[in-house]
């Protein structure tokens, strides 16, 4: 997915969910810490970082997708 990254969250949430798997750490937010430094040059992190927290944090805390 990275040679192909779009300005919108589906393609944030792809690239966001391929390199939290490669994170080994039970700090679930220094572990979203690390995947934003990770994708730094994502479009949609770029354009909406709000945007892309909030959902990040609805997709672990609230729909505990990755529990």
């Known amino acids: 997915m990275k040679n192909k990254l779009y ?13 939290w798997e490669n994170i080994d750490c039970d700090d679930l937010r220094f572990k979203i810490d690390k995947v934003f430094e990770l994708l730094s040059d994502h479009p949609f992190l770029i ?18 997708k990755f529990q």
């Open 7 to 19: 300005d919108n969250a589906d393609s944030f949430a792809m690239s966001f969910d391929e390199e």
């Open 47 to 64: 354009s909406h970082p709000e945007n892309a927290r909030k959902m990040v944090e609805f997709r672990i805390f609230s729909l505990k």
